[in-house]
């Protein structure tokens, strides 16, 4: 647990990224896999779309693909009137065209199964 703690933070109740300049570009690669196998979607032809509703990780996830070079578009979508949450929500969106330059880069289950 404490290694975990190194890297992601809880309080109240929302859970935070702790990114660090010193993180190398395979840890970079693994931590955005598991971004992907949790909270992604991999489409082979649309492309992969990550959603949070915290804007403080969607900043740090975004910049993470920034370091490594990999070009997203991103957009903030308001709850629907039937959401369980009501908060927006935090789209990352990586071209189906990077995520198959790099697909060998991301250890990511979903991306082995469906890219």
Do not use: C
Request: charged fraction near 25%; charge should be positive; glycine fraction near 6%.
């Amino acid at each position: 647990m404490a290694y975990i703690k190194s890297y992601v933070t809880y309080e109240e109740g929302e859970k935070t990224l702790l990114q660090s300049e010193t993180w190398s570009d395979n840890f970079r690669f693994g931590f955005i896999a598991g971004i992907i196998d949790s909270d992604g979607h991999v489409h082979p032809h649309l492309g992969t779309e990550i959603k949070t509703v915290s804007r403080k990780n969607f900043e740090r996830v975004s910049s993470i693909f920034e370091k490594l070079g990999i070009s997203t578009n991103t957009r903030i979508r308001e709850a629907s009137a039937d959401s369980f949450s009501k908060k927006p929500r935090y789209i990352i969106y990586i071209p189906s065209s990077q995520m198959k330059r790099i697909k060998g880069s991301i250890p990511s289950t979903k991306i082995a199964r469906y890219l």
